[in-house]
């Protein structure tokens, strides 16, 4: 009869460790019983921040008609993406930069050009919105009004939204684990009595979703730009003693 009650508790350990946590169950020299139990919970979630990146660039062979070149669209990119009900906490230079660029002649007999000196002024906008549907409308916008380089599109979440679903993955992390070491303790015929100790272990928040933009002046201010946020995950893991009695 013993040797059928060990067979069955032997085949419910093998039943519980099928999990994904991870369970082990030890006896310490004071007749403490415990289990160690790991969980891990994830979230899937719709990103709430796009972060868009744009630039205007310009070039001449004098640096102050480049600079006032440059800030006259710029200003014409600023004034049409408040017009379309942004502000300026939605909007942030992240980069100015004037390069001066070393043009080489050529020695072609049918038009031989000599060697000149370019001034290259960039301006980097960066765009925050918080509707993410709109950032393929926000690039047509930015590119008809006059900006000529979009360098990425980003989808992220916000501190509040990745605080919130972190504390969600951790609570799916506590019961997951609790699961585990509740079938454990049964198997060997006993039961959870409390927890002696919790440590939290990884947390997995998803950095910005980037997507490269090769975006120039060229492009029609008609042309529709579909974007997709896709989703990101939340992950979070715990690892939990329980005293078993």
């Known amino acids: 009869m013993h040797k059928k ?3 069955l508790a032997a085949a419910l350990l093998i039943i519980c460790a099928a ?3 991870s369970v082990s169950a030890q006896t310490t020299g004071s007749d403490e019983h415990l289990i160690y139990a790991q969980g891990t919970g994830r979230v899937t979630t719709s990103p709430d921040r796009v972060i868009i990146s744009l630039a205007v660039e310009t070039e001449h062979t ?5 600079q006032a070149k440059n800030a006259e669209v710029m200003d014409t990119v600023m004034a049409a993406m408040k017009s379309a009900g942004l502000t300026g906490d939605d909007l942030k230079t992240t980069g100015y930069r004037i390069n001066l660029v070393r ?18 002024v960039t301006n980097t ?3 925050t919105l918080t509707e993410t549907d709109r950032a393929g409308e926000i690039v047509d916008l930015a590119i008809a009004s006059g900006a000529n380089r979009v360098n990425y599109i980003s989808f992220t979440l916000s501190d509040e939204k990745r605080s919130e679903l972190r504390s969600e993955a ?12 509740e079938c454990v303790a049964a198997a060997l015929g006993r039961r959870v009595t409390g ?22 002046a060229e492009m029609a201010p008609t042309t529709k730009t579909p974007i997709e946020p896709g989703t990101l995950e939340v992950a979070a893991s715990v690892s939990v003693t329980y005293i078993m009695g």
């Open 195 to 216: 927890v002696k100790e919790v440590s939290i272990g990884s947390t997995y928040v998803p950095l910005p979703r980037y997507y490269d933009m090769a975006a120039g």
């Open 62 to 66: 004098d640096v102050k008609v480049a």
């Open 170 to 181: 951790l609570t799916m992390a506590v019961k997951e684990a609790g699961s585990d070491a």
């Open 103 to 120: 043009e080489g002649a050529t020695s072609s007999m049918i038009s031989p050009t000599k060697e000149r000196y370019v001034y290259h």
């Open 19 to 21: 999990g994904v946590g």
């Open 5 to 7: 009650i060990a067979i």
């Open 125 to 127: 906008l960066m765009v």
